[in-house]
């Protein structure tokens, strides 16, 4: 059953969709035709893709933004749902990449044939979606997208290179978090502002920035999440960053202010040593309240920074959404 | 050192490469530029993938259809470098689904971290591949090559979908074979004739379905060495299949031929059962002989049927290139 802030979420979300409802059903409409197949081995798997839609954030920044800019092209929901399909993609991707999720599957017969599904599954995601948007009627697409996809990759290898990087500072953790996490945010704003050509340059320079800003604070709270949430709560398993050795911004602001000793702790806690629940231990070894204030603070102030770029749209219900937006993101809990 | 029958196959390679080589040079330059990063952790990955690059026939295909058909647009060798790219892209996804190559890297210090760049860089590889495509004057590669993806994709998730299926027919081994591997040749043809619009189109045609069966053939020989090859002569590691559970074109003839008692013994070489080295389980199981003698027949029905295809073609040093091709490619020792 679902709880009284959970419930007020579901309406937060509901009114900030409600001025881009009709094109949200058009996308879910258009990705769900997509991930058909005349295969019934691929589309017993591309059907299972269903349950990973989530609030489909991106596809609502596309179709805000567009209304909010006053730009009604046809092909919008179909832009949005290319986005949608990298997402899903990453997602599916981050299945084999994230080792708590492998784990969890007890259920399967076969991990290593489960791995195979979802690298190949993910990769025909995205060959759809690049398909999908050679067939708009303006090359944009493929281009924001294709270069959006090469960030979000590289921001993963980077981070993948990274693990227990407690010095790394706090421009280093952003440009990770960044790149994986605000790279589609700022592209479904700036598509849905230019496509299918950018004839205000100021505008889409200033609602990428807004979607930039407002995605990398959502991976900022998704990191909090990750560290002091409790599962039930946040809908998704937690402590996967600290197993799968990802110092985020709340472990690095407490490790730049702790002592050697806490430091030796909390290195101890993402260490080599079998310690069992990685963030149980982390959290014994430290206090964490300081740093989880930091990054929401940090993620605050980019929220504020974020709606401070729409000053570049007409009021209207479509920009009340957006700078609604950010507070959604921001008021997650835990 | 290498064998003579080894330097034979270089010469007569090279021999087919002639006509095209500055163009392939253009392609290799391309590919390398492609690769390179800003970002050092990247950079170290994709500097390793220069030895993944073998023959390149693919790329080799696109130039010498073009040049066959008398099409010199100054882009070939970019369409070329997005093919190689996107293969590029399917052999470093083979290194996560391919559990023998996993294993046999002993040395890895920790297998998932592996299984991750590698999942990473493959989608890189892809990400950059459409993005190179989309900066072409001619939206034909972008469309073309998500397409080929797509089915190189459903491909390999039906092969996933159909292991220890023995009693598959032969269309369906086609099917699976055709578009894992035939599919980049068909496009490559296609495009090399094509690109940047199609102004013949019964040449585009009968040039495709040369790439296809070409393709198709490579991927038997392939098979076959995979089964009864020697690593050595091979120069990549065989047996895979056998281990995957993929039932192969020259098990399936020798399967359907085979008495009961044959055929449970097949079944148990590739069963759940421990039986060692699968492969070696497998030809002591039966004589495959036979099998590998009508899937080596079935390839060089379809090189042939191809070499009817370049009739398309005026006379000239890329035609004969193309014509011995198939050749070449039936060639390969074990």
Redesign the interface.
């Known amino acids: 059953m679902k709880t009284l802030t959970s419930r007020l979420r579901d309406r937060r979300l509901a009114q900030i969709l409600e001025p881009v409802e009709a094109g949200m059903e058009q996308m879910r409409a258009c990705v769900s035709s997509q991930l058909a ?1 005349d ?1 019934v ?2 589309s017993e ?1 591309t059907d299972h893709l269903g349950s990973f839609s989530g609030k489909q954030l991106r596809a609502a920044l596309v179709l805000l933004s567009a209304h909010a800019a006053g730009n009604d092209h046809p092909d919008l929901p179909q832009v949005a749902s290319v986005i949608e399909m990298i997402h899903l993609a990453t997602l599916v ?1 981050d299945d ?2 994230d ?1 708590a999720e492998v784990r969890r599957r007890v259920a399967c017969v076969n991990e ?2 489960d ?3 979802a ?6 995601l ?3 979606a ?2 999908l ?3 708009l009627s303006s ?1 944009m697409v ?2 924001v997208l ?2 959006a ?2 960030r ?3 921001g ?3 981070q ?3 693990r227990r990087a407690f010095e790394m500072d706090v421009e280093q953790y952003e440009f990770i978090a960044g790149a994986k996490t605000a790279t589609l945010y700022r592209a479904a704003c700036e598509l849905g502002v230019a496509y299918p050509a950018a004839d205000n340059p100021g505008q889409v320079q200033a609602m990428a920035r807004f979607g930039e800003e407002v995605g990398l604070a959502f991976q900022i709270v998704d990191d909090v999440l990750d560290l002091v949430g409790e599962e039930e709560a946040v809908g998704k398993s937690v402590g996967n960053d600290v197993e799968d050795g990802k110092v985020t911004l709340p472990v690095l602001a407490t490790y730049a202010s702790a002592n050697e000793s806490v430091r030796a702790a909390i290195r101890a806690a993402y260490g080599d040593a079998d310690v069992g629940d990685r963030r149980a231990a982390l959290r014994s070894a430290c206090d964490l309240q300081a740093g989880v204030d930091r990054a929401m603070k940090r993620a605050a102030d980019l929220v504020a920074q974020a709606n401070g770029r729409l000053d570049c749209l007409d009021q209207g219900p479509s920009k009340k959404a957006l700078s609604m937006l950010g507070d959604y993101v921001l008021e997650r809990k835990w």
Chains 1, 2 share one sequence.
């Open positions: 197949s295969h081995t691929v798997m991707h084999v990449l080792g290593r044939w791995n195979q599904v690298v190949l599954l993910g990769d025909l995205y060959a759809r690049f398909h948007s050679t067939t090359p493929s281009e294709s270069q996809t090469q979000i990759c590289e993963e290898i980077i993948a290179g990274s």
